[in-house]
DNA sequence: TGCCACAAACCGACTGGACGGTATGAACCG
DNA sequence: CGGTTCATACCGTCCAGTCGGTTTGTGGCA
């Protein structure tokens, strides 16, 4: 039971920390509302974690695990480059409509961490970047994607609607997200497809 | 030769602001990091303007403006819906790489505003969005654009690609601005045209 | 032209409060 | 007892905004 206390404090401010940022901001929620919020005291909070920033790695720390290893697991699959990039379109937003207030902080908050941190940040961004640029490098190799638009471009085109998805999508809104998903999809692929206009 | 003076304070402060919230954002730079790279005082500042968000304000307010005018000018020209939408398109991304700068501090910093200058960016955004909209829908009239997939979505497609324009594109990249808005507005009409798959 | 009155522009030291982080020590546990 | 987990009071810093005062420009008047 020790154990369950030390991790829920951590945890219940975690859950405050990702609810006050997503609705205030990170420059504009006081350390002090956190633990209020979450029902612990100041001294327990920096018992766990070693400043304000620390917080709001954590939860980057979070997403960016859980997406990288969402990646890998569908890549793992195998299939052709077409069908595993849809496969990873589709899941990638409605992972990121199932998180959508971590999208919100992550987008706007970045600048707010320490240099180290941002560098790791972006780190691990790149991994995942550069894994899903492999996936449309080797989709043309195969014939299916188009060529004569740079990868960098094709990519952009994809990456700009999982970051816009906070900005628009409203789960009381008429869109099920799973449609958003298949949709989003589509036009990227049809984009980046190869075909005789 | 008063009036210069007085405008050049105004403008070199707006300047300065512009520089830093891009770089460091807005919660980490303070007014007097501002009023001393723009060469002025703090009173010179407050005579001008009547706060620090006060400055955000009139940076959004001048892309605000900057861009519904742009819209309205090329809507104003007529063509079928098509055109009208490939022109606006490549001229909002040419625009909004013209203002790298506003476009990071926008899209990080509108929550840093009190609410009802939130409110006033907000309508002023909504214009803009609805504006876009009905072209889509005349071009769904028109019978040129697909009508399966709801016209917030492809909306939300495009305007994506502006949103995240200030997160990957570099000018001393290779790329070149109107090559991407050419090449970002194409995978945008793809999309979006009704055709037969 | 020289002088005055008034206003707008500008200066910069100061303040009041908020806030991140810490120091100290109590309770509890093994 | 040694270490972990927390509670509480407190500290030092930073910073937006203010305010009394000064300079600069401007129009009127003799």
Redesign the pocket.
């Known amino acids: ?3 369950m ?2 991790t ?3 945890d219940e401010v975690l859950r405050a920390a990702l609810e006050l940022f997503a609705a205030q901001g990170y ?7 956190i ?1 209020e919020a979450a029902g ?9 974690f ?5 917080l709001l790695f954590a939860i980057y720390e979070r997403m960016l695990s859980l997406q990288k290893r969402r990646l890998d697991e569908i890549t793992a699959k195998g299939g052709s480059a077409e069908a595993v990039v849809r496969a990873v379109c589709e899941d990638v937003v409605v992972t990121s409509i199932d998180f959508l207030r971590e999208g919100t902080i992550f987008f706007r908050s970045q600048h707010m961490l320490t240099t180290e941190r941002q560098k790791e940040v972006k780190r691990r961004r790149r991994e995942y970047h550069d894994a899903f640029a492999e996936l449309v490098t080797r989709g043309q190799a195969e014939g299916s994607f188009r060529d004569d638009i740079p990868v960098s471009v094709l990519i952009a085109n994809f990456f700009s609607d999982v970051h816009y998805l906070p900005h628009w999508y409203s789960a009381e809104g008429p869109e099920d997200k799973t449609e958003v998903a298949e949709q989003l999809t589509a036009l990227f692929l049809r984009g980046i497809r190869r075909s005789d206009d």
Not at 27 to 33: D, E, I, L, P
Request: charged share 15%.
């Open positions: 039971m020790g154990t206390r030390t829920s404090v951590a420059a504009n929620t006081s350390v002090q509302q633990v612990v005291t100041k001294g327990a909070m920096y018992h766990y070693s400043s304000k920033d620390d």
